[in-house]
């Protein structure tokens, strides 16, 4: 078998050159892994010793035993866990410190700086898709299907809906009605009311290439304007919402923490909930009943919020708002374990926490679940199968995510430690080897097991011509 030396082939695969082709002939390139512990999203139990053939950016095989193919390159992992890469479900890649910060300090050009930042951060702990819950993020998922810039897969809401003095009306006290505010200048929001503007607001999403359309339902931590208590949009506005994205062939999200808020955005036809950490247990049930998804921000919930002064950025209402939040918390997630619902691992974080990311699933097990496999599906498999939801606007339909099974797509990870036994050890230092999409971003692999294969850059023949 070959070993990724420093070929013109593995120069190329390093330049993260689209669907990967041999110098000799077109075929896709083969990478097998081989001496790996395969967690496959799925199985309670670990493949021991088992391989896994990649061809091209998807999975041929995964075997129990060794896998013939002698014109692969080979990736010993030397007994670590081979996983599916991480997803997250909530993520905001464009904000830094704050939805509140672009209005006055900063303008787009930051917003991309932050994205590129942020992009880097999730692959580098091995998160290979995200569900961008809400930021003036469509032209940069654009660019990372192109592969002009390395980033994760990412599932776009585009700017969220809100109504006026909803969760995202970043305006200023003395803003008439219809006054456009920072996030609307900037895209990451739409300040909607009325069944016309909202519709318009979720066509104008979609039409940019949005997967689904997220929707401020209720009150929120991080905002001036809204008390925590707040239903936010009407029973008809959030139908015609749902039926523009049902028309789109998609789903409506919604951020959303008390009863009220949650069971009108289900009357409405919203299947996932983000936050939902001041429900009683009867909505709980009907969640489960009714099918609707549950996308926990675990890390910032239980802890962030548990430690509301360390939130620098925080105004004293919003700190206190935070201490609310953090009361509920635990007492929803037990009951979301304990009905069983289809939960996935939506983090949340941005800016400098950003790099603390796969500890919500270390957080979600060790506080509430106490339950690894759960845990690990939460942000593998789960998570895949809420992205599916996307219908229509799915872009990633050529193979499976969340998933280490043939026809899958090659989205892998290999983890120092058995994070099944020890969900401690799902964290960024030892996350050794990143593969998306069949293209390796991170390599921290010994030399003498995958040698001077570099992480994939910005696609560089963009600029230079084919190396
Ligand atoms: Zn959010």
């Known amino acids: 078998m070959k070993r990724f030396f420093a070929s013109a082939t593995a120069i190329a695969l390093a330049a993260g050159i689209g669907t990967i082709a041999s110098a000799q002939d077109d075929a896709p390139r083969q990478v097998v892994f081989t001496n790996v512990n395969i967690f496959d999203g799925t199985s309670e139990a670990l493949i021991e010793n088992g391989s896994v053939l990649v061809e091209g950016n998807l999975i041929k095989q995964v075997s129990a035993d060794a896998i013939e193919a002698p014109d692969a390159f080979a990736v010993d992992g030397e007994g670590r866990t081979l996983m599916p890469g991480l997803i997250d479900m909530h993520s905001h890649l464009c904000i830094r410190n704050g939805m509140l910060e672009f209005r006055d300090n900063y303008d787009q050009m930051a917003n991309g700086a932050y994205t590129a930042i942020a992009m880097q951060d999730y692959l580098d702990q091995g998160?290979?898709?995200?569900?961008?819950?809400?930021?003036?993020?469509?032209?940069?998922?654009?660019?990372?299907?192109?592969?002009?810039?390395?980033?994760?897969?990412?599932?776009?809401?585009?700017?969220?809906?809100?109504?006026?003095?909803?969760?995202?009306?970043?305006?200023?006290?003395?803003?008439?009605?219809?006054?456009?505010?920072?996030?609307?200048?900037?895209?990451?929001?739409?300040?909607?009311?009325?069944?016309?503007?909202?519709?318009?607001?979720?066509?104008?999403?979609?039409?940019?290439?949005?997967?689904?359309?997220?929707?401020?339902?209720?009150?929120?931590?991080?905002?001036?304007?809204?008390?925590?208590?707040?239903?936010?949009?009407?029973?008809?506005?959030?139908?015609?919402?749902?039926?523009?994205?049902?028309?789109?062939?998609?789903?409506?999200?919604?951020?959303?923490?008390?009863?009220?808020?949650?069971?009108?955005?289900?009357?409405?036809?919203?299947?996932?909930?983000?936050?939902?950490?001041?429900?009683?247990?009867?909505?709980?049930?009907?969640?489960?009943?009714?099918?609707?998804?549950?996308?926990?921000?675990?890390?910032?919930?239980?802890?962030?919020?548990?430690?509301?002064?360390?939130?620098?950025?925080?105004?004293?209402?919003?700190?206190?708002?935070?201490?609310?939040?953090?009361?509920g918390a635990q007492q929803m997630m037990e009951w979301a374990v304990k009905h069983d619902l289809i939960m996935v691992t939506g983090g949340d974080m941005f800016g400098p926490d950003l790099v603390r990311q796969a500890e919500n699933i270390i957080w979600f097990n060790d506080e509430v679940a106490k339950n690894p496999h759960l845990s690990l599906k939460t942000a593998t498999s789960n998570a895949a199968e809420v992205l599916t939801w996307s219908g229509g606007m799915n872009p990633y339909k050529e193979g499976t995510l969340g998933t280490i099974a043939e026809g899958g797509y090659a989205d892998i990870i290999l983890i120092d430690g058995n994070p099944l036994e020890d969900i401690h050890v799902l964290k960024r230092s030892n996350v050794d080897f990143v593969m998306k999409d069949g293209q390796v971003y991170k390599n921290w692999l010994p030399d003498e097991n995958a040698p001077a294969f570099q992480p994939a850059g910005p696609r560089r023949d963009a600029y230079f011509g084919n190396l």
């Open 127 to 327: 998160f290979t898709t995200v569900r961008d819950a809400g930021c003036n993020i469509l032209g940069i998922a654009k660019a990372v299907n192109n592969g002009i810039v390395p980033g994760p897969r990412i599932y776009p809401s585009g700017a969220f809906l809100s109504q006026t003095g909803g969760h995202a009306d970043t305006g200023s006290f003395n803003d008439v009605p219809g006054d456009q505010d920072d996030l609307e200048a900037h895209m990451f929001g739409f300040i909607a009311d009325g069944v016309p503007e909202v519709m318009r607001a979720a066509r104008h999403n979609l039409r940019a290439g949005a997967t689904q359309i997220k929707v401020m339902a209720g009150g929120g931590v991080a905002s001036e304007f809204d008390p925590l208590h707040t239903t936010q949009y009407s029973l008809e506005e959030l139908k015609a919402i749902v039926g523009v994205a049902e028309d789109y062939g998609t789903y409506v999200l919604v951020h959303a923490y008390h009863d009220r808020s949650v069971n009108r955005a289900i009357d409405a036809g919203a299947r996932v909930i983000d936050h939902n950490f001041l429900v009683s247990e009867e909505t709980i049930i009907r969640m489960k009943e009714e099918g609707v998804a549950l996308s926990i921000q675990a890390v910032m919930s239980l802890e962030a919020f548990g430690d509301p002064e360390s939130i620098t950025f925080f105004s004293a209402d919003q700190k206190a708002k935070a201490a609310q939040v953090n009361s």
